[in-house]
């Protein structure tokens, strides 16, 4: 029997442990997507193909398209501007997955970023595709239908450049399985007292514990298919971790990479100013 959650128009009734870990989530999917969409971009020159080139420019553009849908919600139902913070934030305040906190040096690492991590930031949107809480679901779906040719994109390079075995297939295993151990970090502990309560609340319809079982089983299935043998996962230690940045340690993105992602710097430039 399906279980009738109440719909919330906003915070108002939501439990605190809700509400605080629907706030921490929509930022860990915030700077995810803000890393996802500096890579893309980064790597709109240097892909292989020209037909790569064009599809990474549009990725970024998709990616931080997302990260103003979600600011969008964080301005409206929690302090403080996010643009702002984004600014003002450490490096390891971020809470981004950790495979995005360094440059990405060579191709099958892009791929492995397509095919892992944009993919672990979209099964956790996907569980939130029927939410109780109104305003996230109105914006969800127009993200999903933009991730699901991220993921065809993914998908496609992965068994391009699995099938062509040697040394290219095994630098590709290699990156997705530190990908995929990034992933099973960021995705939390069983038992996290905000995922479990935005399940009970219907935000969500899966623990985040649940979503990384079948994000395990997507890459491996895709690693299988494109002939990639994955070096095995470690177990991820949840020793210490903070769901606040979704890390077991005190690092973030390089300062050069947070150099670059900051505004401030352009602030004068900004339409109206």
Known sequence: ??????EFESLEGMSADAAEGLRVLLWALAD???LLGYHYGEWTFGTPELEAAVANCSLS???LGHVRLLHGILTKHWDGDPDDLVDTRRPNEFANIAYLDHPITDWTGVVAMNAVVDLAATRVLAALETSSFKPLRMSVGKMMDEERHHAHHGRGWFRTLGRRGGDVAQQLGVAASRAMAAAGVWMGPAGDA?????VA???KSATNQEVLVGLS???????KDAGVTLPPVMAPSYDAWDPRTRRAGSRGPTEDIVFHLRGSANAMFRLGE
Not at 1 to 6: I, L, N
Not at 217 to 223: E, T, Y
């Open 217 to 223: 089983s997507d890459v491996g299935a895709l690693a």
């Open 32 to 34: 995810t997507k803000l």
């Open 194 to 198: 905000g995922d479990d309560a935005l």
């Open 1 to 6: 029997m399906t279980a009738v959650h109440r």
């Open 61 to 63: 553009q998709a990616e």
């Open 201 to 203: 609340a219907g935000v």
